[in-house]
């Protein structure tokens, strides 16, 4: 079955440091597409980056970059220089095919001053 | 910029009511979902709309229904509404992504969210 694990239910980071949120993805599809999505207390879901099976390279934007290691089925979020802003939610996610997505569980972060 | 809106970012409703929410997205996106979302259990996909008037269940459709009468707008409904369906609602619209001319996922994009209290 497929699955996405999210195994830090919260962390903590000082600002100015890097952070990496684990995510591993359980699924015996050959295509597939990994995404990471930061929630703010706002609400709202913003959309940080993807990461596609046959992507050869690892997905960066801007602070944000994707250490996926196919062999090993994960896909961690690495934030670098963290900000007081990057306080928030974040989920891992996966497509599995006919539309439809899997989400983690999530992984609250917390910046530090 | 794509854009998707909620019709309400707070709702409270009393247990047996019927309840719309609605969504609507800017970009001619082909298709639409509907989560929800709980502490600890991540979001949980409700139902899906691929084209106009297409929909399917996701994993959690029980007390649910929809409606996609037009491309840009696809309605969730809680026929009765009950306090279990306390919860924060998403919709999500999606198109596809790829490298190398391959199709091979959706990314989505989110409304804001309405939170639904049933008393």
């Known amino acids: 079955a497929q699955k996405i694990t999210q195994t830090q239910p919260g962390m903590f980071v000082q600002e100015k440091e890097a952070v990496t949120l684990d995510c591993t993805y359980d699924?015996?599809?050959?295509?597939?597409?990994l995404f990471w999505y930061k929630q703010p207390s706002s609400g709202e879901m913003i959309f940080l980056i993807y990461?596609?099976?046959?992507?050869?390279q690892n997905a960066t934007e801007g602070r944000y970059s994707l250490n996926f290691q196919k062999a090993r089925k994960s896909a961690n979020l690495v934030i670098s220089a963290s900000q007081l802003g990057d306080s928030a939610m974040y989920f891992c996610?996966?497509?599995?095919?006919?539309?439809?997505?899997?989400f983690g569980t999530g992984t609250r972060l917390k910046v530090l001053a | 910029d794509v854009k998707v809106t909620q019709s309400s970012r707070y709702l409270v409703k009393r247990t047996g009511e019927k309840v719309f929410l609605e969504c609507v997205q800017d970009?001619?996106?082909?298709?639409m979902f509907w989560y929800r979302q709980d502490p600890g259990l991540g979001l949980r996909l409700i139902y899906f709309?691929?084209?106009?008037?297409?929909?399917e269940k996701g994993d959690i459709p029980e007390g649910y229904s929809v409606s996609r009468e037009k491309k840009e707008r696809f309605s969730l409904i809680l026929e009765s509404a009950s306090t279990n369906q306390t919860s924060m609602y998403l919709c999500?619209?999606?198109?596809?992504?790829?490298?190398?001319?391959?199709?091979?996922?959706?990314?989505?994009?989110f409304g804001p969210g309405t939170r639904l209290t049933v008393t």
């Open positions: 709309s691929y084209d106009v008037k297409m929909k």
């Open positions: 996610a996966m497509y599995r095919g006919t539309y439809k997505y899997i």
């Open positions: 970009m001619d996106h082909e298709n």
């Open positions: 999500a619209s999606s198109y596809p992504t790829g490298t190398s001319g391959r199709v091979v996922s959706y990314e989505q994009y």
């Open positions: 699924t015996s599809d050959q295509s597939y597409g």
């Open positions: 990461q596609g099976s046959y992507d050869e």
